[in-house]
């Protein structure tokens, strides 16, 4: 053992880092990898920052994303909205900090969650082109202009060349250059990543101007602005131990845990409380919720999951609408068959509320042309975000794979003209990467998008069978009509009979006996969809039990 | 516009947070989703640090992992390993510090990368029990016992209840219990995660006692110590212009431009320093590296890929080695078929070296029993941890479908016999995420483990020919005989001779034309084998252009 290294010597290497510092590293984990991604990634976070602010605000977005080649490999994005604006005095937290942001920490549909985003951009145009980014911002009553940039060591702000500039200039303008990317008109490009935004966000004006200095309009199709979700307490069955114990050692107002339980949690009533009481007898419910304890709080978490809760409020969350995304699919791909469902909310990991929205499309431009005919394909939103990468670890994908595609006359998925669109909306969309550009494997959530796919995919069945029948049908009249006049012609010389006469009888008892038989086909397609009807009113009582609005449901 | 927001109130909600708050919220994306690949991770973590432990220090590693259920869903986790230990001033700052280690700056092939994986276990262990790890090191020279937690808001390790123990404890044990796990014997579980590492490693013994209590061991099979990889410098052509600006304003010892380039990068010499110099006249290589530009590390960058250089320094890969693969492969699949495939060491991005291992297996135990069947199997390693998640969007995966299989004999790769090893191993292996389950998309290594696989995959098409030619041989040669019977009875009928003569006379005729068509189908097997050999040399030679160690090399 005489080259045994000892541990003194191994850790005099230890180091602490920065969260840019991992992040500059590891800078494929945002979503930078590959030139045409990390230019659609910046674009992506800038947009949907412009949407979220212009949400929070209550104005009704526009938003011009332009992109210019500057050399090769390198381009600019100015990404212009008019939104609320960024206070001076916060800008570098806001857009040169990483994991700093308003949006971790609230319960609340959004699409950032994570105070990474803005802060990626900047630091990606430093680590690629050397340059700050450069801001313009308006909030009414000022503006100001200035540069800014990351100190990676620090995780902070370097803001510069600050001035102050007419205040009628109104919403934010973010103008960054980045290296190691690249402009294409690919079903993974900018193009398509905003006119999938433009679909789901029908309130948003957004315009593109391409590197060509071609413009593209989205025209806004809605001008009323979404219901804005609603920030909403946690609900009793969402929260873990640690969870609870975290509120409580963090709550501020409550001086005992019987208000702070009532203070903290959506509908924790008075009677609820009072109900846990007598449930949790070995608990103080008069102790300071800062001296709460891990053991007592499991217990609390145990009674939770025992107690009847109203369902969690549903006013958090904005969905796009079921109106919304027929006239979406019929936009994007004028189908020959399409059909949409917009299910109940659900919850997952016990308490944190989710609704799913799905619709199919057959035919038209649905699928994917590809060389030996049509691929079936997947659109994924989350929280109305278009999701264009990672696809094939999503929850949206193994949901629309676990789906017995031979049930709805569907043989196989890969090889239809199909598309399936999905939009997951929820207070805390579990994303598998910081990227977020998939949905973690959630049981739960795969399980439900199954359903609001099987849903939707009735319909195809009937659509289905109704063309294959067709087809069978047509194949059988044709099969015969073909014989009628080598029939007729033989006939016409037993007989002696004229062959014309002869083929017009023959044809004229074929439409006949073909008629009769198409009305027993019919018939008997009509008893299947009964069945299909009664088997969907099963499944539809079984949704009510679980997921109705304002009954009480248990939590095991 | 009278509901608007402003700016004001809605940034008051401006919050930064800690990088553990972040992992707390997302710990899906460490891997701890989905009970049985929660408890996998937390295994993977500790192991993978007992083996970079034992490898950095010279030791052959022993280590014993046991598992024990404590109620439904929490577990006990007990690994213990005869490595250097850690010292007692810094265990905090190891196990209970995200982002925290001696890992992550350092340009070395290690298990670990991140500085996250260990402090991860400690978190998931407090999120989901309240409880903090138990820690006991010995370092040869003083021995420890402490309990580990750490607090979230502040990322800052608790260490609480140290005492010292008899310096005879050697190595680390860490004892842990979490929530939310389970024991499963399946493809995703402990037992198969142990058994891979053990056979990717045979200088390990390893050895896992479940919840039953039932013991596995894993045996020693190869009882010197891998080569160690050394830790190397930078190569000029793996550097971008952030990197190389990063390294100049970082550096310590270097007063002048150009010692601190000699000193920083590998492969720079005096030489290549005039080389440089002489490229790139107007930036001052007298001047401090503490003041280069922008602009100017933009033009170094530049000058570096137009110069030629030895290739990236190989002793900092540290592969599983062919002989071993083979053994591996002959071990978990006793495979009818075999082919192993070491490369030599490539770079991605300009110059980071990497080294890809793959080995195919047909027949026997490979491939995966289907309800239809077989389906075929990649087994994914990078730097030699097994990679059991997250498949579907990695790399590996990727470049093993992009095979064109059927070239090689195999109709369709989901529907045979066919399992496909694949060991990446690099200074920094791109990971697509924090949970490192997968490696992102880069183009070149996914082109390099295509070409490894390819190359593995000849020796297998003449496989699958010869076992085609043999049946379409036999089936011919049965085809022929099935008629010699009968053929006989018309012909004694026909002659008058006795059937039996004749059968017997018909059956050694067919013999012999039957051997004839036998030498003659092998001749033009072995023709087309001679291609195949002309074919495998011309690709060798552009592999010896490319990657030949020592050889100079240009950079565009």
């Known amino acids: 053992m ?8 191994i850790f005099k290497e230890l180091r602490s880092h920065s969260i840019s510092e991992f992040f500059r590293k590891n800078s494929q984990m945002l979503g930078y990898s590959g030139k045409v991604r990390s230019l659609t990634t910046v674009v992506h976070e800038y947009s949907s920052n412009s949407l979220d602010a212009c949400e929070e605000a209550g104005i009704l977005p526009e938003i011009t994303v332009e992109v210019k080649e500057i050399s090769e490999g390198k381009y600019s994005v100015r990404n212009k909205d008019n939104g609320p604006g960024i206070p001076k005095n916060i800008i570098g937290k806001v857009l040169a900090t990483v994991l700093s942001g308003t949006k971790f920490h609230r319960y609340i549909q959004q699409r950032g969650q994570q105070g990474i ?8 145009s430093l680590i690629t082109t050397g340059k700050p980014i450069h801001i313009k911002s308006g909030t009414g009553k000022s503006a100001y202009e200035c540069d800014l940039t990351i100190d990676i060591k620090s995780n902070r702000p370097v803001v510069t060349n600050m001035i102050d500039i007419d205040k009628d200039f109104m919403g934010l303008e973010i103008y960054g250059e980045f290296g190691d990317v690249k402009y294409e008109m690919s079903d993974h490009g900018v193009y398509e990543y905003l006119r999938r935004t433009a679909l789901s966000n029908p309130h948003a004006s957004i315009r593109l101007v391409d590197p060509e200095g071609k413009e593209y309009n989205f025209i806004r199709s809605v001008s009323q602005m979404p219901a804005r979700p609603k920030p909403s307490s946690p609900h009793p069955l969402g929260v873990t131990t640690n969870d609870l114990l975290e509120y409580a050692h963090n709550s ?30 070995d608990v103080d419910f008069d102790k300071d919720p800062h001296q709460l304890q891990w053991a007592e709080a499991e217990k609390l978490v145990k009674a939770f999951k025992e107690t009847k809760w109203i369902a969690p409020d549903l006013d958090t969350l904005s969905a796009i609408g079921e109106e919304q995304v027929k006239a979406t699919i019929k936009n994007i791909l004028n189908p020959q068959f399409m059909n949409v469902v917009e299910r109940r909310p659900r919850v997952f990991r016990g308490g944190i509320p989710f609704v799913v929205e799905a619709g199919i499309a057959y035919g038209g431009a649905a699928g994917k042309q590809v060389a030996q005919g049509y691929s079936g394909v997947v659109i994924r939103f989350a929280n109305k975000v278009p999701l264009l990468f990672d696809g094939s670890s999503c929850a949206i994908t193994s949901a629309v794979s676990g789906v017995d595609w031979k049930r709805y006359g569907i043989k196989e998925f890969e090889k239809e003209p199909i598309s399936v669109l999905v939009n997951v909306s929820s207070v805390y969309v579990p994303y598998s990467g910081v990227g977020k550009q998939a949905i973690a494997q959630e049981p739960e959530m795969i399980d439900e998008i199954k359903l609001a796919v099987q849903d939707c995919a009735r319909g195809l069945q009937r659509y289905m069978s109704g063309e294959r029948n067709k087809n069978i049908q047509a194949s059988k009249y044709n099969t015969i009509m073909r014989y009628v006049n080598q029939l007729s012609i033989n006939l016409s010389e037993i007989t002696g009979k004229k062959q014309q006469d002869i083929e017009t009888e023959l044809k004229a008892l074929i439409d006949r006996r073909y008629k009769k038989l198409l009305e027993a086909e019919q018939q008997a397609n009509s008893s299947e969809q009964e069945q299909d009807a009664e088997e969907k009113e099963i499944e539809t009582q079984e949704d009510d039990e679980s997921g109705d609005d304002g009954s009480e449901e248990s939590g095991e």
């Open 2 to 9: 005489a080259n045994v290294v000892e541990a003194d010597t």
């Open 117 to 124: 985003g803005g802060s990626g951009c900047t630091m990606f």
């Open 252 to 281: 501020v107002d409550s001086k005992k845990l019987s208000s702070f339980l009532a203070d903290t949690f959506s509908r924790m009533s008075q009677n609820k409380v009072a109900e846990l009481r007598e449930m949790v007898r």
